[in-house]
């Protein structure tokens, strides 16, 4: 199984940038599709971003400004977070799926971290 550990959050002002990690131990690392999801108060868990073998998706909100990316040395995956608006503040969870195809649903994610949380100032 995998454990899953995210660092990284806290206050910005709009506009400004944030990087988040998630380090992953126990199962190999790179079998494991990987994706970041958020919630926000009053929310659903929404996907922000998933990452397989070379493929990425991005939820239309932040594209252009969030890149995904891992590496799998450190058995680490990133969120770099530009141009951030208020609404991006969410807690922010890394999750992990037991196959390298990755999914946009919350289901198909078996390990999560504890979650970040995300506060942008207006």
């Known amino acids: 199984q995998v454990q899953l550990v995210e660092s990284g959050g806290g206050l910005v002002q709009a506009g400004g940038s944030l990087r988040l990690s998630c380090a992953a131990s126990?199962?190999?690392?790179?079998?494991?599709?990987m994706g970041w999801f958020r919630q926000a108060p009053g929310k659903e868990r929404e996907v922000v971003a998933t990452r397989g073998i070379s493929l990425s998706y991005y939820r239309d909100s932040v594209k252009g400004r969030f890149t995904i990316f891992r590496d799998n040395v450190k058995n680490t995956i990133y969120l770099q977070m530009d141009s951030l608006k208020p609404e991006d503040t969410a807690v922010y969870y890394c999750?992990?799926?037991?196959?390298?195809?990755?999914?946009?649903?919350?289901?198909?994610?078996?390990?999560w971290g504890q979650g970040t949380q995300v506060t942008i100032s207006s």
């Open positions: 999750a992990a799926r037991s196959t390298p195809y990755p999914s946009r649903s919350i289901h198909d994610y078996q390990f």
């Open positions: 126990g199962r190999t690392f790179s079998g494991n599709a």
